[in-house]
């Protein structure tokens, strides 16, 4: 695994049909650590519409902020031949070639009616387990070990068509052999080392499938179907196990003293327990025990049951890697990368950044304003605080000027009114009081006619709105008393 593909997210599904069902496992990797963060279950996806699945299997992407990553689907051991080659290391650039020359011999199907692939052929997809000794050399040789899996043309379409159907994107059709041994040494697990043999025993309700590994060997494959080897019991199908695993041990002539391991996992035998494994010369482990010592950082489910659809997460989530096959024509594959959302990730927060530095337009250019204006008035200040105490005391002498121009105004209106009142009054009219109460005028006195008396005060230049303030009395010379009010006109500028 590159540096770039350690520190981001690696993230990718794995599709498994089991007992009817449809399995998906949402798988996740950092440093090199793996997990499963989510899964989708699917029951009786056969009698369901495909485009109902895949209704449930997109909400189950979304809800994994995921479209179309890289999701691989385990294809059941007995969809696919399986065919173990080996060639010279000098060969290893024309693999793909050597393997078609020999393809018409690997398969019982009329010619150009197979999907094939093959794994091994990379630097990166070395088996670690094959190597030996030339001796006449004394140099060590590394032959190229090929895996071929070949599945009939019909059955893959027919398999490829209702995904698309259903609108499920997919990337790759891989086979349970290689995933599981993919899964075993690219996790490096300390009881599958390469140096030393192992099996790996896979079991379901109707049969389980044996591979084996040695150094410098094939690798061994076979499927055991219950029913079809009339094998009705359990204690006859444990019986017919530990029966293979022995046959197995021979084929890849094991020494008598070696006692390989057994990984145990699926959901159907568990043979751990079991009686037949009295003297066999081989132990059985639980898969999740083998895989939580040397995996280091993956969370199972259980594992045990889930084992195929975790491995093709974690193949997923490791692209093409050890044993990386595929059977899934190139024009059917669908990925979408995460790097292509990078574009619009990127003009999405330009786009926000944007609406932010417009909505912040305005208090920004208002702030600046204010700063500029604060600045100015700071310049301005020392004027505006001179012309402040000019203001000041022209007020103050404006005050005084109207104080004396009231004085002398107040000293010289009497006169004026009285000498005024002299000509326009009668002759019979005496004036007993004048009083001033701002422009308030008021005029007490006697006269032969009091309305004769009113009558002149209309006529003067001084006086408006002249009017009697009481009733008009008499006097004991037979004269009438008035008290009159009117207001000072106001002098033309």
Known sequence: MSLMNKVVPQTGVGIEFREGRLHAFCGRSLWNRFRVVDRLEIAQYGEMEPRECGRLYRQFLKRNGLKAPWTVVALPRSMVLLRALQFPKAMESEMGRAVELQLDSLHPFEEGGVYWDFAGTREDQQPRWSWKQDAASGEAQKPVDVLVAIAERESVDKLAEWFQEAGIPVSQFSVTTTLLLGMLRSRGTQTAMPDAPFFVLHTREDGCELIGTAPGKPVLSKEILFESAGLATEDDRRAEVVSQLELARSELRLAPEERPVVLAGGSGLQLETSPALDGASFRVVPVEEAMRAGMGGVETLPLRENLVGVAAALAAVERRGLFGLNLLPAARRSYEPPAVLVPTYALASLVVLMAVALG??????????????????????????????????????????????????SASLPMELLDELTGLLPEDAWLQQLQFDGNAVNLAGTAASASAVLQALTEANRLESPQFLSAITRTQDGKEGFRIGARLRAANP
Do not use: C, K, M
């Open 360 to 409: 912040l337009r305005g208090p920004a250019q208002d702030w600046v304003y204010s700063r500029h204006l604060e600045r100015e008035r700071q310049a301005l200040l020392p004027q505006i605080q001179q012309l402040e105490r000019i203001q000041d005391q022209n007020r103050r002498v404006f005050e005084r000027l109207a104080t004396l121009a009231n004085l002398g105004r």
